[in-house]
């Protein structure tokens, strides 16, 4: 069995400052890691993905995160955010040999001018 | 453009209606799932379908039963709608296989029983 921790329920923080967005995993087998980013009343749609190669991978809209094996995280971090990050974002991790996601139960951010 | 479409976005029942929510996907992904999506709890498993007429229960099964007939179609159905059922539904879909594909998902049905 496996399981995501979302270490913060929520963040807020001011527009142009860092963030930092926490999840921890737990898995007897190797797992693929993604963020999912979901707006006011919409979907969930995909950030970014780790699935093997560079431990570090980034989005197209400036957020990157980092894949830990020994400390089993994948934190999302984003060095300068806008009002528009303002969303709920969802860590997942999926087994490699299956295809179920387990999704963490997500941290709202909170951009704030 | 990749789409996951759900038959509402904000649906009102009564109290022992039975209630079905549509998904459908154009990508001719072989998964399919349901979540619901309450405050505070994520997102939680109610069933998935990895072919036509499969089916397996999810994490929170109980209350709910599902219809995959065609492969872009899967139905989620409430048999009998209770209060502790109203939530948001989310519906998603995958390719099959150890790729670690990254599910797409519809814009959700906001469903409240009275």
């Known amino acids: 069995a496996q399981s995501v921790t979302q270490l913060d329920s929520q963040v807020p923080v001011f527009e142009e400052a860092p963030v930092e967005l926490r999840c921890n995993y737990s898995?007897?087998?190797?797992?693929?890691l993604f963020w999912y980013v979901q707006y006011p009343n919409q979907g969930l749609q995909l950030l970014l993905k780790?699935?093997?190669?560079?431990?570090l991978v980034e989005s197209i809209n400036g957020f990157e995160a980092e894949f830990n094996k020994s400390q089993t995280s994948f934190h999302l971090r984003k060095p300068s955010v806008h009002i528009s990050d303002t969303a709920e974002y969802f860590c997942?991790?999926?087994?490699?040999?299956?295809?179920?996601?387990?999704f963490g139960d997500g941290t709202t951010l909170t951009v704030k001018p | 453009d990749v789409k996951v479409t759900q038959s509402s976005r904000y649906l009102v029942k009564r109290t022992g209606e039975k209630v079905f929510l549509e998904c459908v996907q154009d990508?001719?992904?072989?998964?399919m799932f349901w979540y619901r999506q309450d405050p505070g709890l994520g997102l939680r498993l109610i069933y998935f379908?990895?072919?036509?007429?499969?089916?397996e229960k999810g994490d929170i099964p109980e209350g709910y039963s599902v219809s995959r007939e065609k492969k872009e179609r899967f139905s989620l159905i409430l048999e009998s709608a209770s209060t502790n059922q109203t939530s948001m539904y989310l519906c998603?879909?995958?390719?099959?296989?150890?790729?670690?594909?990254?599910?797409?998902f519809g814009p959700g049905t906001r469903l409240t029983v009275l």
């Open positions: 990508m001719d992904h072989e998964n």
């Open positions: 780790y699935l093997s190669g560079s431990t």
């Open positions: 998603a879909s995958s390719p099959s296989g150890t790729g670690g594909y990254e599910q797409f």
């Open positions: 997942a991790v999926i087994d490699t040999n299956a295809g179920k996601s387990t």
């Open positions: 898995s007897s087998v190797s797992v693929y």
């Open positions: 379908s990895y072919d036509v007429k499969m089916k």
